[in-house]
């Protein structure tokens, strides 16, 4: 056995083995020679010190948030000096610590779960499946990354590193079908914090008026140029992280989800998730043998 926790070794040394599939993703991956052996799954936990920081500053702690080591830009007020409560300044800046502790958070639980299918002897793992969850109000993730690991029926020597992928069943098959096979999981994150300027602040609190504007732009319909420049950068940020995790290789079931943590003012953190499959191609598009059906009604 390898360095695993015991609870795992006594859960993986069984004489059943486990599986995560739906009925219908279990028998397509028969289909397809792939054989469940069990159920693998790793776990990491991360305190997010960030997230404090991210509070501190949207109570004005600070005057400067950017950590000068990624995407930094700044706003000025274009109406000069109103109060001292006028915002004239506002700032987007990449979180690069959110990001770091993100990765290292994810990473970590995937490499136990590709240690516990090395356990097993599988050459892959179906059905991946990750999650983030916040324990309490502490600031600490827990990232949890499970799958499917699977044998190949007809492979007897056993991968140093196990290909993972999201998909299962008849997705999973489809792949295979147009000459593909699956590589690994890609997931990748960007966190963008919005410090809002006065015509940030104002705009997200329902005032379109022209005394808020700037003098090239007058009409009652304004774009909020700062948060629509961060939603943009974000996008491109997290998607430039998966191309460089792909290494030449394609990109299949992309999903890129937005969310925002609104906290006083139209201050925001704005984080950017991708997730996909890394395909390489191996042959020309094949069909597969068209599956038998297993019951007749007649």
């Not at 859960?11 to 069990?38: H, K, N, T």
């Not at 409560?85 to 136990?112: C, K, L, P």
């Not at 792909?246 to 139209?266: C, I, M, S, Y």
Request: aromatic residues 10%; glycine residues 10%; negative net charge.
């Amino acid at each position: 056995m390898s360095d695993l926790p015991e609870a795992a070794e006594r859960r993986l040394s069984g004489g059943a083995f486990s599986s995560g599939l739906s009925v219908s993703d279990f028998g397509a991956c028969l289909e397809m020679g792939l054989e469940p052996v069990g159920l693998v799954q790793g776990f990491c936990a991360m305190h997010q010190g960030a997230y404090a920081m991210g509070g501190a500053l949207s109570r004005g702690l600070s005057p400067y948030g950017g950590s000068g080591s990624g995407y930094v830009q700044n706003y000025q007020c274009p109406h000069g000096m109103i109060s001292n409560e006028h915002r004239s300044w506002g700032q987007n800046y990449e979180q690069t610590w959110v990001q770091d502790a993100w990765n290292q958070g994810f990473t970590s639980a995937y490499h136990r779960m590709l240690e516990e299918a090395t356990t097993l002897g599988a050459h892959g793992v179906v059905g991946v499946i990750d999650t983030q969850t916040p324990l309490g109000d502490m600031g600490v993730i827990e990232f949890h990354v499970r799958g499917t690991a699977v044998k190949v029926l007809d492979m007897s020597v056993p991968t140093s590193s196990p290909w993972n992928t999201f998909l299962a069943g008849q997705r999973l098959a489809k792949v295979f079908e147009a000459g593909y096979v699956p590589v690994s999981v890609v997931a990748a994150v960007s966190s963008v914090r919005v410090w809002a300027y006065c015509v940030t602040e104002y705009l997200m609190e329902g005032f379109a008026g022209s005394m808020w504007t700037t003098a090239s732009n007058s009409s009652n319909a304004v774009e909020i140029e700062q948060i629509v420049t961060a939603q943009t950068w974000s996008r491109q940020r997290v998607r430039a992280s998966a191309r460089a995790q792909l290494q030449g290789d394609a990109l299949h079931g992309a999903d890129l989800r937005l969310v925002e943590r609104e906290f006083e003012k139209g201050d925001l953190e704005i984080q950017a998730v991708l997730r996909g499959n890394r395909i390489r191609r191996f042959k020309d598009f094949d069909p597969l043998p068209v599956p038998q059906p297993t019951v007749r009604l007649s």
